[in-house]
């Protein structure tokens, strides 16, 4: 069965600092691998995805994603943070089977 | 474009009573998803619609949830009677068709607290 764990329930970084959220994953077969990022109060937004090709995925709001397939791993990045990136980050996994499976989130907190 | 339109934003009944959830999904979208979100955990997919027909339902509790999609376009989501459990809040999301790499546009979701 396929799976997504983000290890760390809460991330606090410092406003201009880079940041790192934590995704690991398990499925069979070639893994289709996103982040959504939930604001207050506000449904899930899609960030980037990983289909195919380059291990590094850039999305929206300068994050971006590493894939890296020998540690089952999909971390969220960015270079320099901003207090208005303060939110709660879900990874989320999609095999052949076509459903979409959320880990359990990760909010990340951006001090000024 | 519009976004996908859910109602009510909030909901709270006692147990044992009916709730009614509704979607409006963005125009021309033919999949459409359920998720229940309880505080702490990720979404949880209940069930999945592809134009009016149902892809996935398996972790819907079928005993007292039922969905439909109505001519293909809004869904309610019904929970008939409900348990203290059933206290999340629930998107709803939709996309253009349903495929492994595409990506959903969420609702601002119904927060239901069951009393």
């Known amino acids: 069965a396929q799976s997504v764990a983000q290890p760390e329930d809460q991330v606090n970084v410092a406003e201009g600092n880079p940041l790192t959220v934590k995704c690991t994953y398990s499925?069979?077969?070639?893994?289709?691998l996103f982040w959504y990022v939930q604001y207050p109060n506000r449904g899930l937004q899609f960030l980037l995805k990983?289909?195919?090709?380059?291990?590094l995925v850039k999305g929206s709001y300068g994050f971006e994603a590493e894939f890296n397939k020998s540690q089952t791993s999909f971390h969220l990045k960015k270079p320099s943070a901003l207090v208005s990136d303060s939110a709660l980050y879900f990874c989320?996994?999609?095999?052949?089977?076509?459903?979409?499976?959320f880990g359990q989130g990760t909010e990340l907190s951006v001090k000024p | 474009e519009a976004g996908v339109a859910q109602s009510p934003r909030y909901k709270i009944i006692e147990k044992r009573q009916s709730v009614a959830f509704w979607c409006n999904p963005i125009s021309g979208h033919a999949t459409l998803y359920w998720y229940q979100q309880i505080l702490g955990q990720g979404p949880k997919l209940l069930i999945q619609f592809q134009n009016n027909g149902v892809v996935d339902d398996s972790q819907l509790p079928k005993d007292r949830f039922s969905a439909e999609r109505l001519k293909g376009v809004d869904s309610t989501l019904k929970i008939q009677p409900a348990k203290l459990e059933d206290s999340a809040v629930y998107l709803c999301?939709?996309?253009?068709?349903?495929?492994?790499?595409?990506?959903?546009?969420f609702g601002s979701g119904t927060q239901l607290s069951v009393l």
């Open positions: 499925v069979s077969g070639n893994p289709y």
């Open positions: 989320a996994v999609n095999n052949q089977g076509g459903k979409l499976i």
């Open positions: 990983y289909i195919t090709g380059d291990n």
């Open positions: 999301a939709s996309s253009t068709h349903w495929a492994n790499d595409e990506k959903l546009f």
